[in-house]
């Protein structure tokens, strides 16, 4: 199996085990990553999940020795442009090339990343919430340089992270993208050392998990959500779920405060 699971407490580990091709993408393992993230979505007792590359690349991409048999018309209308296109209306989408890529995950995943996450496997880095880099970890459209494209969410999400003339900048070069200049550029949120990126990203999960998830989800989803809407709009959509929320988990949370602090409360870790 290219693809496996640990766990640790409310905290899941995905991790994908191609390390003879750099974690480069092919069809085993995109279908293996996908169902593993759904199954973890779907788990009650998972509230974080870890996404990490063994062996130290986070993903090389598209697996090319599998994208060279696409040089038959047939298959790569078979496979490709037919297996793997977005259905009419409102119909949930296969999953992507890279596999997990088009799910729409009700649980935060932050990437760990070693080594490369070039081509698509930037764009799976692009997929997940936050972004951990080992400091010689890097980015880059290296797709460019054998004429293929990002098919993957990379031209959306990317101008999203670092606004659209430094995506563009990025997307039109080919360039490599080093953790120091992610960091600045909003491309990720923490650089570690080297071989320190899983375990880094496992105790930024814990922090996510060792709180009340209802209040933490809910605001993931007004975030997500929101993300360029007008302001009133996304205000509303705050609103709606936040007061949701508090009446099904915040209020009591707020008692058991006042019950266990006092009556004024013990703010002194506030």
Known sequence: MTVRIERNGKVATVIHARPEARNAM????????????????????????????????????????????????????????????FPPGD?????????????????????????????????????CDVRVMADDAYFGVYCRRWGIPLIDGGTVRLPRLVGQGRALEIVMTG???????????????????????????????QEIARFPSGAMLADRRSVIAGHGLPVREALAREWAGGVHTIATEGAAGAGRFAAGKGRGGDFSEI
Do not use: H, N
């Open 26 to 85: 092919d069809p085993e393992s995109a279908i293996a990553l996908t169902d593993a993230f759904l199954a973890l979505d779907a788990d009650p007792d998972t509230t974080a999940i870890v996404f990490w590359g063994e062996g130290g690349a986070f993903c090389a991409g598209w697996d090319l020795k599998y994208a060279q048999a696409f040089t038959e018309a047939e298959r790569f209308q078979s496979e490709i442009v037919e297996g793997l296109a």
């Open 91 to 127: 119909a949930p989408p296969p999953r992507g090339p890279m596999g997990p890529s088009r799910l729409e995950m009700s649980k935060p995943v932050i990437a760990a990343i070693e080594g490369p996450a070039v081509a698509g496997g930037m764009e799976l880095a692009l997929w």
């Open 175 to 205: 360039r490599k993208v080093e953790a120091e200049e992610a960091l600045r550029i909003g491309l990720c949120e923490k650089i570690v050392a080297k071989g320190q990126a899983r375990a880094a990203a496992e105790a930024m999960a």
